[in-house]
């Protein structure tokens, strides 16, 4: 994928869901994957044409699961001239070492959310982007109608009360391989942490299980996306 493309699919999330208002401060969470990197990318672009104007500044939440070389992601950050900030945390500790918790992305999950959250109000933040791309949206469908017994996806844009922010997933159309084709292209400085259960998880087996059912049943997975808008954001289009 080429980043007119990228431009292309973020500027229509954008603009359907009104994720961007004029004088939006916006935080970006940098884990050190493609997802998050390739949504930098996007929205540093978008920024120079886009008829709203808005401020980027981009956070990471280190976990604490040893060394993550974040060097060239702050590179990365200072050729797109957005600012920069690692939040030093204790998380993979308490969850894996002191609650030693069985299902530990939940909390981990939450932990980090928290700490990018309180970041994202401290530097005077309104909204925060998730780099969350069209498999996910799927995937967390198939989560909650497996584990939750209900069809469910998170939104376009969620505001949050407690902390006055806004969360915006820009991503939302872009398929996961347009993702890894576009990291590939511009070299993107991946620089992933380092969880123990990567690779071994429920989203995992759910995103294993739409691979098969897209094989076994070619286009499918268009149809469970266009379900999603319409069952879950009650979209015509």
């Known amino acids: 994928m080429k980043s007119q493309k990228l431009y292309s699919y973020v500027r229509k999330a954008v603009d ?5 208002e004029d004088g939006d401060k916006i935080a970006i969470g940098i884990s050190g994957g493609k997802d998050s990197l390739t949504l930098l990318y996007a929205l540093s672009g978008l920024k120079i044409f886009y008829p709203n104007k808005f401020q980027l500044v981009a956070i990471t939440v280190d976990l ?13 950050c200072k050729k797109f001239d957005v600012e920069y900030h690692v939040i030093e945390t204790q998380i ?3 969850v894996f070492e002191q609650r030693k918790e069985s299902n530990p992305c939940s909390l981990c999950a939450k932990m980090r959310k928290g700490a990018l959250n309180n970041k994202a109000e401290e530097l005077g933040c ?3 982007a998730y780099a969350h791309h069209k498999d996910d949206i799927i ?19 969620t505001y949050l009360d407690k902390k006055r922010l806004t969360v915006i997933r820009p991503l939302m159309y872009v398929p996961e391989m347009d993702v890894i084709g576009f ?8 620089a992933k942490n380092r ?7 429920k989203r995992e087996y759910v995103k294993k299980l739409v691979r098969q059912l897209v094989k076994e049943n070619p286009g499918c997975k268009e149809r469970f996306f266009t379900a999603i808008m319409n069952g879950c954001y009650n979209m015509d289009k």
């Open 92 to 94: 993979a500790d308490v």
């Open 183 to 190: 990291a590939k292209r511009y070299e993107l400085p991946v």
């Open 126 to 128: 309104n909204k925060i």
């Open 195 to 201: 969880c123990p259960v990567d690779g071994h998880t």
């Open 16 to 20: 359907d869901f009104g994720m961007i």
């Open 64 to 76: 604490g699961f040893g060394i993550q070389d974040l060097d060239k992601i702050k590179d990365y």
């Open 139 to 157: 995937e967390t469908m198939f989560l909650s109608l497996i584990y939750e017994g209900r069809f469910h996806c998170f939104s376009p844009v």
